[in-house]
């Protein structure tokens, strides 16, 4: 990080790291129960030396990033559409040559960030619904996910998002994945964002067959000081620039 102010980019070549429907709650974003032993937070504290009977839950670990980004969508009750609406944490990744594979969440991510790869995650209403969980939107974030479409957005987790520098767009009326055919195996393009100044953004999914669609989403940047976090990264960065600033002063 530096003292340079970012400007919001349009986004070119993301793949769909979940496609999920309505209802999705921030626990299943970040669940707060039990870690199961072969999920890659089970595997990363292992690797520590922690034995199944002491992995406890992601409530009790919520101040461990390394656990806490290995569970976001990691609820065994989340249902990814990718795979007509199996439970699991589970998504296709789609490497450059390779046949499409089956990976928990967290382990394609990091392939794809690996890879330079910016993420996206389509769902239909009321995303983000239940409790205000922070880590619903920093797990998000760390994952490697630059903007979140779906059909609505439940207030709070909205906000949270902007604050970690994760896009909030919304379909317009009548869209949804289903009905625009988006299957997750689609590059996404977001474009026309102006650096923040557009209310709305133009998303073309490249299918692998060589067509594309072109369809439009709402910008969910509400205000101008939300603006300007997003231009800063997020929330934390524009604080720590605020406060360096004023220390240089």
Known sequence: MTMEVGRIADIHGARVLGLFGDSITTDHISPAGNIKGSSPAGRYLQSRGVQPADFNSYGSRRGNDDVMVRGTFANIRIKNLMFGGEEGGNTLYFGADAAPEKLAIYDAAMKYKAGGVPLVVLAGKEYGTGSSRDWAAKGTHLLGVKAV????????????????????????????PQALGLDGSERIDITGLDDGRARHATVTAHRHDGTSLVFQADVLLLTPKEVEYFRHGGLLQYVLRQLAARHVG
Do not use: K, T
């Open 149 to 176: 479409v779906a059909e609505s957005f439940e207030r709070i987790h909205r906000s949270n998002l902007v604050g970690m520098g994760v896009l909030p767009l919304q379909f317009r009326p009548g869209d949804n």
